[in-house]
């Protein structure tokens, strides 16, 4: 049984309240009875994407066990690549592959799985050496409506092309995002499709009031448990 957990959406700013927030995340991963296997941050790490933003995530996000990141809308690819490193990345962890994905477009909230990060994805889930083990796919924008205008202007644009990527290649187990700032679960292309919440703030829904960022919630995030059937269970929690 392998244990993931997934934050998203930090914006960390340089601010005490994100500091704090994010700070307290990790702390309570760092404080589990049982240490998760590795840490999953889908985007939005920096606020601004500046290098003294991405200088304190590194600090913040140093754990004793595997930390995979992607970017997010908000991150800026150089400062980002120079803090952690190339912006699609494979891990492969004990019984899991997990591709972090960039589906960012430079000034754009929205997303875009882009040829050439469709061909990367293409290339390692095709891989004899590892064909038979489970995979996990990690990016920020959704790519299903969440039925909330904020989040829906922002949804990956062309999810048919990542659809024929999952059809082509069933050891996907899952597809994993942020963006949204709510924990939410759906399925896509036949696959469990799982959001993270945000460390930041959390997003109102339109049945919960007009004001749509609840600054007052605790940073949440989401804790994945891939079985030996490459089942995935997911639960969700707040950090007091």
Known sequence: MLLLAQISDLHLDGTERATERATRVVRHLRDLPRPVDALLVTGDIADHGTAEEYAEAARILQLPLP???????????????????????VHRLPGVTVLMCDVTIPGRDEGRLEKETRAWLEDVLADPADRDTPALIAFHQPPVALHHPLPDAGMLQNPD??????????????????????????????????????????????????RPADRDQPPALAYHLLDDAARLTTHFRVVP
């Open 67 to 89: 930390v995979l990141t992607c970017p997010g809308n908000h991150d800026v690819r150089a400062p980002y690549e120079a803090a952690f490193g190339p912006r699609n990345q």
């Open 161 to 210: 092309d990542l659809a024929a990527v999952l059809a082509a290649h069933p050891r996907v187990a899952a597809v994993l995002t942020g963006h949204a700032h709510t924990a939410a679960a759906s399925v896509f292309a036949g696959r469990p499709l799982l959001v993270a919440p945000a460390v930041t703030w959390t997003l109102r829904m339109p049945w919960e009031g007009d």
